[in-house]
């Protein structure tokens, strides 16, 4: 049995305002990923997923269509939580080192993140992701996610309609220039890179 609690957000609803308003979060966040928790509660009771963790649900699932729905609602509750995680209100870290050498520079990285989220074609996340030793951005699409893929995520952008339209409409782009400029957790990707590395 999964709880929204056990997934809580790190700020109040209202703190990621303007960039993000409090309908949006309340939306997204309280009705959306709590009925990706309530579908995977009904769809893994009385079968052996009950008592294994989300991780390793989403693992078991991945690329069996006899499992789909179970996929797609256990992705899509890691997903979410991963995307809230990474942002926070008033941040304050600086960009890691690390990522500034792997794209050349911070400008480039978001350019390059830009581009992806931006090209994305109908439902889905762009991520920044450890693929072995490399650092890459790539694009997944519906509930599909990078631990689904032997890839170890690093951050990740929602760039569904429901992550962004009440407050953009139709300017995914100027909601992912917020993201990049004013919403990114630096010191959590730093804490994802270093754990990424052990
Ligand atoms: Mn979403």
């Not at 209100?89 to 520079?105: L, M, N, V, W, Y």
């Not at 170890?152 to 407050?167: C, F, G, M, R, S």
Request: include cysteine.
């Amino acid at each position: 049995m999964f709880t929204l609690a056990q997934y809580p957000l790190p700020y109040t609803t209202d703190a990621l305002a303007p960039y993000i308003s409090q309908e949006t979060i309340e939306t997204h966040y309280g009705k959306h990923v709590a009925t990706y928790i309530d579908n995977l509660n009904k769809l893994i009771q009385d079968t052996p997923y009950e008592t294994v963790s989300l991780t390793q649900i989403i693992q078991d699932t991945a690329g069996r269509p006899d499992q789909q729905k179970i996929f797609n609602n256990a992705a899509q509750v890691y997903n979410h939580d991963f995307f809230f995680r990474g942002m926070c209100p008033k941040c304050t870290a600086e960009i890691p080192q690390e990522i500034i050498d792997s794209f050349g520079s911070a400008e480039n990285f978001k350019q390059q993140f830009k581009s992806a989220a931006t090209s994305l074609f109908g439902s889905g996340y762009t991520w920044l992701v450890r693929d072995g030793e490399t650092l890459k951005i790539i694009n997944t699409g519906n509930a599909d996610t990078p631990i689904a893929h032997d890839m170890t995520p690093i951050l990740n952008l929602d760039v569904w309609e429901h992550a962004y339209y009440l407050d953009y409409k139709n300017r995914r782009a100027d909601f992912i220039d917020s993201f990049l400029d004013n919403l990114v957790n630096w010191e959590f990707v730093a804490q994802n890179l270093a754990q990424s590395q052990q």
